[in-house]
């Protein structure tokens, strides 16, 4: 019993350090986009670009400000489960609890994802730009920015396949509270 309650201990930190890499990630993408902005002279014209030209970018800093929080509330919770012991704790036994936290963890997987491919795909017009509707491209004239926006878009992907990791253990943690068919058939035959 006591190796089973050091396995469980080591998976909840395992957890919180992956929560913690998450808030990390979604933190970073989130501020690298919200907080950039670059000043340049075009033809005697000063131009600034900002987070708000962009809708999708404006859309990605807040959503993954909303993840990183969402995953350090998370990283609470795996810190407060790591210190009560097994009897102490019946929220980690609550199937109820179980399924929200696996529901939210999906829902903050694809959110992260849908929010930062949209950026990218926005972000694509910026580096191309669109020839059939005479968009010029953007990132000529703004390179600082442009590149702070990439360095967004990869934590911002790697916030989501996080997530998307963290829902798995998510799910494992949820179906663990369920007895197995083949260990109820065996009680039953006996």
């Given at each position: 019993m006591d190796a089973g309650r050091r396995k469980r201990a080591s998976e909840v930190k395992a957890e919180g350090l992956m929560r913690g890499a998450c808030?990390?990630?979604?933190a970073a993408a989130a501020l690298l986009v919200g907080l950039d902005t670059e000043t340049e002279t075009v033809l005697l014209?000063?131009?600034k670009a900002t987070?708000?030209?962009v809708h999708a970018l404006w859309v990605l800093a807040i959503a993954a400000g909303a993840a990183a929080g969402y995953h350090l509330l998370h990283l609470l919770r795996c810190?407060?489960?790591s210190r009560c012991s097994a009897a102490d704790n019946r929220c980690r036994n609550s199937?109820?609890?179980?399924?929200?936290?696996l529901l939210l963890d999906k829902g903050c997987a694809y959110l992260t994802?849908?929010?930062?491919v949209a950026a990218a795909q926005a972000c694509m017009i910026a580096l191309d730009g669109a020839h059939a509707l005479q968009w010029n491209k953007v990132c000529n004239i703004f390179t600082r920015f442009c590149q702070q926006v990439a360095g967004s878009l990869v934590?911002?992907?790697l916030a989501a396949a996080g997530t998307a990791f963290l829902s798995g253990i998510s799910a494992?943690?949820?179906f663990r509270l369920y007895p197995s068919l083949s260990h109820s058939q065996g009680s039953s035959t006996k």
């Open positions: 808030a990390v990630l979604a014209i000063r131009k987070v708000r030209d810190l407060y489960v199937r109820a609890l179980a399924w929200a936290w994802f849908a929010v930062t934590c911002g992907m494992r943690n949820l």
